[in-house]
């Protein structure tokens, strides 16, 4: 047995138990580390208990771990959660802990953008883009789920954290880390864009480059996780991390004067972030936060790797892997850890998804820059172009208010675009020569 398997025995101590009660889960880590308290867990599949710990996996049924319900009693009112700080934080009582978070307090809260234009292309009432492409600090959605890993990691006197990444993540690793002054073991697929590893090494992270795909660099961490007692964000912190994504569903409610959209539209990587965003509409219509139905989820991938897409096509429950080959680095996961939970969330809420092609992606990315003054990377393209797809195919109504999650900035993944951009003149500097490109315009 590992040291951390040792310790991850000792954190858990009555498995199949119920629950384990808050004040057990308050005495994990190191005593002079403060309030902060990571709730208990409980697993997906079997719904038995345990105690909080860096440990994402079922003892029991070896399913995966999220984090218990908020005891509805201490649910704030529209009017608190308007009075606070902008951040995702504002939801507190919804994120995974007890007790106020001490890092990235500033991540979230990002803006929901009216996109007229767009609702015209899908046939839609209304349009908005929620433009995680801004998010702060490191300009993809993936800022969220770091911030609320990073405070587990924190709280359970880690010192070091890390994960398995497409890129984004390991640019908000790599920053968030740093900041809060931890260690990061970052570990990538040796050919990512050039801007994802610069906004990776910036921060001074240790960086290793995996050759093989996510796929291979995720079955690493899960070892290294084990060995090196780290905590790996999406590995062993992967119960943590995932209820930052709600903060989408959360702000997507308030922004919209708390009014739920009919529809809203996702990038699917590992299937993470569609399946939280049911879970955080369910929250806040259980809150009584929102009223009538939840949106339909409609999920997007790249064709050069849609194994969720091609789940809710054939109506099947198990993954079956497949190699990435698509530009869309971002979201080429090969063999998706919350694919069924994904395809869950499409089909109960009576979503859909869609494939788009490499070059579809890019006229997509150009679209949502012409109509919105929005720059995504190759995800958003992909979420621009499957909406329009799923449109074509009537999946929408005219009565439909529609959200794209643009979950990343195209700055980061320059590549691709330029070469599908015309060289613009070089002119010296004199009035004629502008003057016969306005006429020649
Ligand atoms: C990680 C990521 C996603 C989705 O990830 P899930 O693993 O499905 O939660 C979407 N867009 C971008 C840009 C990402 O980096
Ligand atoms: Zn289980």
Partial sequence: ???????????????????????DSASIGSSAIAQLRPRALRCKLCGAGFAAAPTAVCEECLGPLEAVDPDPSTLPTRAEISRRPHSIWRYKEWLPFDGEATLS???????????????????????????????????????????????????????????????????SVAAQAARAGMESWIFIPDSLERGKIAATQIFAPHLVRVRGNYDDVNRLCSMVADQFGWGIVN???????????????????????????????????????????????????????VAGAPPRLYGAQASGCSPIVQMVHD??????????????????????ADGRFARAAITQTGGWAAAVSDSELIEGIKILAADTGIFTETAGGATV?????????GRFSPDDEVVLCITGNGLKTLEPIVETLDESPVIDAKLREVRALVNAA
């Fill in 1 to 23: 047995m590992t040291t951390l398997d040792a310790s991850l025995k000792a954190h858990s101590r009555n498995g199949s138990s119920r629950s384990a009660d808050r004040s």
């Fill in 315 to 336: 109506g099947r429950d198990d993954v079956r892997p497949v190699v990435p080959n698509t530009i869309a680095r971002s979201i080429a996961i090969g063999n998706p």
């Fill in 105 to 171: 307090l500033d991540t979230g809260f990002t803006p929901l953008v009216d996109a007229p234009g767009i609702a015209r292309r899908l046939g839609v009432a209304r349009c908005w883009i929620k433009n995680d492409s801004v998010s702060h600090p490191s300009l993809s959605f993936k800022d969220r789920v770091v911030a609320t890993a990073i405070n587990a990691a924190h709280s359970f006197g880690l010192d070091t954290v890390g994960c398995a990444s497409t890129g984004n993540l390991a640019n």
């Fill in 235 to 289: 590995v062993n912190l992967r119960a943590y991390y995932g209820e930052g994504s709600k903060t989408i569903a959360f702000e997507i409610a308030e922004q919209l004067g708390w009014v739920l959209p009919t529809a809203v539209v996702a990038p699917m990587a590992g299937g993470s972030l569609i399946s939280k965003l049911q879970r955080g509409f369910r929250e806040f219509t259980e809150a009584g936060l």
């Fill in 385 to 393: 172009a499957s909406a329009l797809a799923l449109s074509r195919e």
